[in-house]
């Protein structure tokens, strides 16, 4: 069974960044896109981000359009998830995730996602 691993959370103070990772060998990121996805405590899980196979269009839900990018790096399998301006209610679980499409309600290969905190 291969699992997208999501790598790079931390502890990270209002105003600050981090760089998420998302990998996993022998496993062919060009055939998918890939979604970020973040789970709050008592929330429910939301998509956060998405790049598409094809052409590589990004999409972003509207909380952090401007403050995160998401990027690919098909030659090492990895997608990326670059999070400036950090605030607090960015703190989650986040989780990669690969689907057909960016618009796809199908979703699989999740892993164990990576602990996002951010303090005021």
């Known amino acids: 069974e291969v699992q997208l691993q999501a790598f790079g959370g931390g502890l990270v103070q209002a105003g600050g960044f981090l760089r998420l990772s998302c990998a996993a060998s022998?496993?062919?990121?060009?055939?998918?896109?890939i979604g970020w996805f973040r789970q709050a405590p008592g929330k429910e899980r939301e998509g956060v981000s998405c790049i598409s196979s094809s052409d590589g269009s990004t999409y972003y839900t509207h909380s952090v359009k401007g403050r995160f990018t998401i990027s690919s790096d098909n030659a090492r399998n990895t997608a990326y998830l670059q999070m400036n301006s950090l605030k607090p209610e960015d703190t989650a679980v986040y989780y990669c995730a690969a689907g057909e499409s960016c618009d796809t309600s199908l979703w699989g290969n999740w892993g164990q996602g990576t602990q996002v905190t951010v303090s005021s």
């Open positions: 022998e496993f062919t990121f060009d055939d998918f896109a």
